[in-house]
């Protein structure tokens, strides 16, 4: 017959014992509650491409790095702002140039509703009309918006070529309205150009493309940093006035404004939106993105890299995190780049 032997443990390690189970379980809600404290986060991504790239290394690192539920939602400058303004949702736009927002966007930054967390670019960002560079040298006299605005047979319009054609981008883009005040303010249509809508960002980017490399005048709206300034040497022309803020909050970003005055278009800070409500629950995760700001060479390399394999910004996200840690860690605590590597 088998004896049982009763073995006594000091107190110390029986209080031990009788608190394992509390502990196992406090460690198996742990990364629960933090999902939680994050919940679930929608970003938006405008339909560009450094907008794009921006949001799918949000989402990768949100979700990797801070337990988020997070997902990516699409939709333009104006609409998405607003949405942000008066629904709250998306959580975060991740792109937002100052020069864009909406008066609704303003106000509410204002009044708290929506919160600036950062800068997404360390050097900020430069919009405005563009020709081509070899349009320039050709042409001295063309210094200005307004000079341009003498030559509509240097930019033709494929489909009128009596006349010139004024690019002004995609409808629901912000720089979009402002490039169209500024068609109203030189006075375009008397100048014999056409305002001509290039339909999406693709149908923008080829009507510069399809242009230079035949030689072609273009002219109309662009930014940087992006990958298409990077292959095609373009300049951007000032406006020859000198930048009034007034008159840019009255009329030039204004799109019902019927007499907008030629205006120099500012420089622009580049910041990441979130509205209130998730920078109250997000805890380390919103402190992730008030340092996530990209160097701008970064971008345009990135961006490059993107437009050369085709790639998407999910793929452009990856590569970048793969190989770029010298850059992205600077944004996380080395536990958190620890959990980013090895969802790689």
Same mark, same amino acid.
């Given at each position: 017959? &088998?004896?049982?032997?009763? %073995? #006594?443990?000091? =107190?110390? +390690?029986?209080?031990?014992?009788?608190? /394992?189970?509390?502990?196992?379980?406090?460690?198996?809600?742990?990364?629960?509650?933090?999902?939680?404290?994050?919940?679930?986060?929608?970003?938006?991504?405008?339909?560009?491409?450094?907008?794009?790239?921006?949001?799918?290394?949000?989402?990768?690192?949100?979700?990797?790095?801070?337990?988020?539920?997070?997902?990516?939602?699409?939709?333009?400058?104006?609409?998405?702002?607003?949405?942000?303004?008066? &629904?709250?949702?998306?959580? %975060? #736009?991740?792109? =937002?140039? +100052?020069?864009?927002?909406?008066?609704? /966007?303003v106000a509410n930054i204002g009044e708290g509703k929506l919160l600036i967390a950062g800068k997404a670019f360390s050097e900020g960002g430069v919009q405005g009309i563009y020709v081509p560079r070899f349009i320039v040298e050709q042409h001295p006299d063309i210094k200005t918006i307004a000079d341009a605005f003498k030559h509509p047979e240097l930019f033709p319009d494929p489909e009128d070529p009596g006349k010139g054609a004024w690019s002004s981008g995609q409808q629901g883009w912000g720089g979009t309205v402002i490039a169209s005040q500024y068609y109203k303010a030189y006075e375009g249509k008397k100048s014999g150009f056409n305002?001509?809508?290039?339909?999406?960002?693709?149908?923008?980017?080829?009507?510069?493309?399809?242009?230079?490399?035949?030689?072609?005048?273009?002219?109309?709206?662009?930014?940087?940093?992006?990958?298409?300034?990077?292959?095609?040497?373009?300049?951007?022309?000032?406006?020859?006035?000198?930048?009034?803020?007034?008159?840019?909050?009255?009329?030039?970003?204004?799109?019902?404004?019927?007499?907008?005055?030629?205006?120099?278009?500012?420089?622009?800070?580049?910041?990441?939106i979130v509205t209130k409500a998730f920078a109250d629950r997000a805890g380390p995760a919103y402190g992730y993105l008030s340092k996530r700001s990209w160097p701008n060479a970064e971008v345009s390399k990135m961006l490059a890299w993107m437009a050369d394999n085709q790639a998407t910004g999910a793929d452009g996200a990856k590569q970048f995190l793969k190989k770029r840690p010298e850059v992205w860690t600077q944004w996380v605590d080395g536990a958190t780049a620890e959990k980013i590597r090895a969802a790689l």
């Open positions: 017959m &088998k004896t049982t032997k009763t %073995v #006594a443990f000091p =107190s110390s +390690t029986r209080s031990l014992l009788a608190a /394992t189970p509390l502990l196992l379980g406090l460690a198996c809600i742990a990364p629960t509650a933090l999902a939680a404290d994050c919940g679930a986060v929608t970003i938006a991504n405008m339909n560009w491409a450094s907008a794009e790239l921006l949001a799918e290394v949000d989402k990768f690192i949100l979700e990797n790095g801070y337990g988020c539920d997070a997902s990516i939602v699409l939709g333009d400058t104006v609409p998405t702002l607003t949405s942000m303004a008066e &629904k709250g949702k998306p959580d %975060v #736009a991740p792109e =937002s140039w +100052t020069s864009l927002r909406p008066p609704v /966007t305002l001509v809508d290039t339909g999406s960002a693709a149908g923008h980017d080829g009507s510069l493309i399809h242009a230079y490399e035949r030689n072609k005048g273009w002219i109309g709206y662009y930014w940087g940093p992006t990958s298409l300034l990077g292959k095609y040497d373009m300049v951007r022309l000032p406006s020859g006035v000198p930048y009034d803020e007034a008159e840019w909050s009255r009329c030039n970003k204004v799109e019902k404004c019927a007499d907008p005055k030629p205006n120099e278009w500012p420089a622009d800070e580049v910041n990441t």
